[in-house]
């Protein structure tokens, strides 16, 4: 690709990640190189994900496992957003190290959304990413500014969901 562009998956609804790792799987059977980075979330804790099967198809993974202070009560506010913060550095180092076609950062829109990492730093990379890298962005709380300076943007707008009826996850739907 000569130009990428950036995408932006936001808002209430379920799917947000469900489209990035879609895009990233339509990528990688095209023989595309994707990284599959992820923030505020432990994919580990749940098995076999999305994550083994993107990894296992090719894609390189990035991501740190110490969550967001919501979901794990031994990491504070401060700690996760000089985590987040290192994070985000190391992964944009590789990326300029290695030559991806597409990079998802899965939540990374959380970040922004409860100040772990400064709106700034990620406009500043999008404006400043390898030309031909395709950027997919997840999470909810997107700003204004980050509206901006995408290409596509989708609100995911709960309209209805099973939770509401006290069905819990499932596995392979939810997670």
């Known amino acids: 690709m000569e130009t990428g562009l950036v995408h932006i998956y936001s808002g209430e609804g379920k799917g947000k990640t469900t489209a990035s790792v879609g895009?990233?799987?339509?990528?990688?059977?095209?023989?595309?190189?994707?990284?599959?980075?992820?923030?505020?979330?432990?994919?580990?804790?749940?098995?076999?994900?999305e994550v083994n099967t993107l990894e296992e198809n090719g894609a390189v993974i990035f991501g740190n496992e110490d969550q967001h202070p919501s979901f794990n009560k031994n990491v504070t506010k401060e700690q996760h957003a000089k985590l987040t913060l290192k994070s985000f550095e190391e992964l944009k180092e590789l990326v300029y190290k290695q030559d991806f076609d597409m990079l998802v950062m899965d939540e990374i829109l959380i970040s922004v959304r409860d100040n772990f990492l400064d709106e700034k730093v990620l406009i500043d990379f999008i404006n400043n990413k390898p030309k031909n890298l395709e950027l997919v962005l997840t999470g909810r709380g997107v700003t204004n500014k980050l509206v901006d300076v995408a290409d596509y943007v989708?609100?995911?707008?709960?309209?209805?969901?099973?939770?509401?009826k006290g069905i819990k996850s499932r596995i392979g739907i939810e997670y």
């Open 23 to 49: 895009l990233a799987v339509r990528a990688l059977s095209h023989g595309l190189k994707v990284c599959y980075s992820f923030f505020n979330k432990k994919p580990s804790r749940y098995g076999n994900t």
């Open 154 to 164: 989708s609100n995911i707008q709960m309209v209805k969901h099973p939770f509401q």
